[in-house]
């Protein structure tokens, strides 16, 4: 049998054994605390427990301290296979956290009890990022069950807080220094449906809240008030037309291949319809090509939030909410892309094609640390809406394709 043959099988094998780590993962609620949830603990307890009977060389623990849970830290788990020549290692990364399961009476089923049905099972963290978590552990499961050394070693790790900027995963592991500069990396924690787009740039994240105030009167006394509301909206305009301008480069990695700035969230002023709000609050959602430092744009945003309010005698701040500098693209041509290339080529039979993605994965963070890092996934793209699904064939694809990336390292 060829190697490609023996690990079909073997997966096969483990099929009912991954469908039902699948359900246990979904079942359990690991919503980050910072969206009001109870955090990765229990989760991480299962998954230690899972693989602790596996032939993992070394699985450690490293929890980050963590006043926001009762308990004190946030988990994130590291686990190691020992390549034959173990120069380096190649690290799979996906989260443990969840986000938030939104309103329940847009679910089919409850979101933490997985039902399967029509070949997928639903519920809250099955695509983001428990298939993708599932698919690579057992990726490596398969590998150790056929009895194979690959050359490289192969680190396993699952991070807590991916949905809420990574303070307590990541971030908090890149510190503890447990990365190499010759390591290879794999996040997979976004993708398409049919498997076929790798990730290897994406574009910074601006998100601004933008306050202007003004003096609250009566609707019928604009001459005693000012009009916060009124003086944000001509402020916001003239920003988004503004940016559009200046920053209009066009870079065909992205799929939408410019810069966007979004004016979304817009927070309640006054309840009545008779008032002059005296203060307004909006917010943008800007995603940036790498092509820009983000730094300079804001100082400009800053500068523009000044002179408008001099010129109107109004008082506009502008706050960053989220703001994350894109770090310069992986090559298409790095070994790592080459690897996840070659493996989706081998056990799926397509041609996969290299992009960039609005942002922001934990790659991005991989990724200004000056490593290489590969981000691919099959998913339906139902990460964060009601009724988030995993196709079982893809859990079960994207496990094979794992095992064949691992086998040949
Ligand atoms: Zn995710």
């Known amino acids: ?17 991954i469908i039902e780590s699948m359900k246990k993962f979904i079942s359990i609620n690991s919503v980050n605390p910072r969206a009001g949830g109870p955090g990765e603990k229990e989760v991480a307890e299962f998954l230690m427990n899972l693989i602790k009977g596996w032939k993992f060389d070394l699985i450690k623990r490293y929890d980050a301290p963590d006043d926001a849970v009762p308990y004190g ?4 788990i590291v686990a190691i296979y020992k390549g034959s020549e173990g120069k380096r ?5 996906t989260h443990m956290d969840k986000v938030p399961a939104g309103d329940l009476s847009l679910w089919k089923y409850d979101p933490f009890n997985p039902v399967e049905e029509d070949g997928k099972i639903y ?4 695509e983001d990022n428990g298939a993708s978590l599932i698919a690579s552990i057992y990726g490596v499961k398969t590998i150790m069950d056929l009895g194979i050394r690959p050359k490289d070693n192969l680190g396993i790790v699952l991070v807590s807080d991916e949905e809420t900027g990574s303070d307590y995963g990541i971030k908090y592991l890149i510190k503890q220094g447990i990365f190499d500069k010759n390591d290879l990396f794999i996040v997979p924690d976004s993708g398409n449906p049919k498997g076929d787009f790798i990730e290897i740039a994406e574009k910074s994240i601006m998100w601004l809240k933008i306050i202007t105030e003004g003096k609250q009167a009566h609707a019928s006394r604009p001459d005693i008030g000012l009009n916060a509301h009124r003086y944000g909206m001509k402020f916001s305009v003239f920003l988004d ?24 969230k817009k927070l309640n002023n006054v309840e009545n319809v008779n008032t002059i709000p005296g203060t307004d609050v909006i917010y943008f959602d800007c995603r940036v090509l790498p092509d820009y430092n983000i730094d300079e744009i ?3 945003i800053l500068l523009l939030a000044d002179d408008f309010s001099k010129k109107h005698s109004i008082k506009i701040k502008v706050e960053k909410i989220q703001f994350e500098q894109a770090a310069p693209p992986t090559s298409e041509n790095s070994e790592i892309v080459l690897k996840v290339k070659n493996a989706i080529k081998e056990m799926r039979n397509i041609e996969p094609k290299v992009g960039g993605i609005g942002g922001g994965t934990c790659a991005a963070l991989i990724r200004k640390e000056g490593l290489p ?12 809406q009601p009724n988030e699904y995993v ?8 496990t094979k394709v794992y095992a064949y990336l691992i086998a040949n390292s």
């Open 241 to 264: 037309e503004y940016l559009h301008k200046k920053y209009n480069a066009t870079n065909e990695l992205f799929d939408y291949p410019k810069s966007s700035f979004e004016p979304t």
């Open 73 to 76: 830290f946030r988990p994130n």
């Open 123 to 126: 519920g809250r963290g099955s």
């Open 298 to 300: 804001f100082n400009e």
């Open 391 to 398: 196709k079982i064939e893809n859990l079960i694809n994207d």
């Open 1 to 17: 049998m060829t190697i490609k043959e023996k690990i079909q099988k073997k997966v096969e094998e483990l099929k009912p054994e």
């Open 89 to 93: 290692t190649i690290w799979i990364i």
């Open 373 to 384: 890092a590969a981000v691919w996934a099959t998913i339906d793209e139902t990460a964060h």
